[in-house]
């Protein structure tokens, strides 16, 4: 499956934006999407996940401000980031896993100004 990240952009703190991750085929059967983060001189790390199930998980410098969600239908899956911050400026990167098979999509920026 091949993914592709949009939605990112420049914002000023407080700011929200959401990021989408389309994938070329279904999602239905996908067991896991997640998002991560890269920020300049920074480890890629784990913002969120989300199940088949809809079970989500959060890194603990997000929770409470952002939102994953998947949408079946349109093969989609979310990340609604509210009250944004200037340590949250990284790129984004989503990615599915199910079974053995991971794959992961090109980043999207995200700059919060202060």
């Known amino acids: 499956v091949q993914l592709q990240a949009s939605g990112g952009g420049l914002v000023q703190a407080g700011g929200s934006l959401r990021l989408s991750c389309a994938a070329s085929g279904s999602i239905r059967s996908i067991n896991v999407m997640e998002w991560y983060r890269q920020a300049p001189g920074n480890k890629r790390e784990l913002v969120a996940s989300i199940t088949k199930g809809d079970s989500a998980n959060y890194a603990g410098s997000v929770k409470g401000r952002f939102t994953i969600s998947r949408d079946n239908a349109k093969n989609t899956v979310y990340l609604q980031m509210n009250n944004l911050k200037p340590e949250d400026t990284a790129v984004y990167y989503c990615?599915?896993?199910?079974?053995?098979?991971?794959?992961w999509g090109q980043g999207t920026l995200v700059t919060v100004s202060s």
């Open positions: 990615k599915s896993i199910s079974g053995p098979s991971d794959y």
